[in-house]
């Protein structure tokens, strides 16, 4: 299955959680100007349909290799912080 980004909350006491916004980096994988690349960025996007799926990757990069499953390391781009729960930072 594509994962190419996954979200975490953990609960850290006292009224504070851990927010993490996770997105695969593919960059490792993928050189610039190859024709992975040169295709991905004609493509702009995976195309999600009724019946099927059109990859923006091949898929043994968006769903095996680059896919955020859950407890597999995985090279991401991750933005965490900690806010209180009434929403505030």
């Known amino acids: 299955k594509?994962?190419?980004d996954a979200l975490h909350i953990t609960d850290l006491g006292g009224g504070v959680v851990?927010?993490?916004?996770?997105i695969a980096d593919v960059?490792?994988?993928?050189?610039?100007?190859?024709?992975?690349?040169?295709?991905?960025q004609r493509r702009?996007?995976?195309?999600y349909l009724v019946d099927?799926?059109?990859p923006?990757?091949?898929?043994?990069?968006?769903?095996?290799a680059c896919?955020?499953?859950e407890n597999v390391e995985?090279?991401?781009?991750?933005?965490?912080?900690?806010m209180n729960k009434d929403g505030t930072i």
């Open 27 to 40: 960059s490792y994988f993928v050189a610039p100007e190859s024709a992975i690349d040169v295709e991905a």
């Open 52 to 54: 099927r799926t059109i």
């Open 44 to 47: 702009c996007t995976t195309v």
């Open 74 to 82: 995985r090279l991401a781009f991750s933005c965490v912080w900690r």
């Open 18 to 22: 851990e927010i993490g916004v996770h």
């Open 56 to 64: 923006m990757l091949p898929r043994p990069l968006c769903e095996v």
């Open 67 to 69: 896919s955020l499953n």
């Open 2 to 4: 594509d994962l190419d």
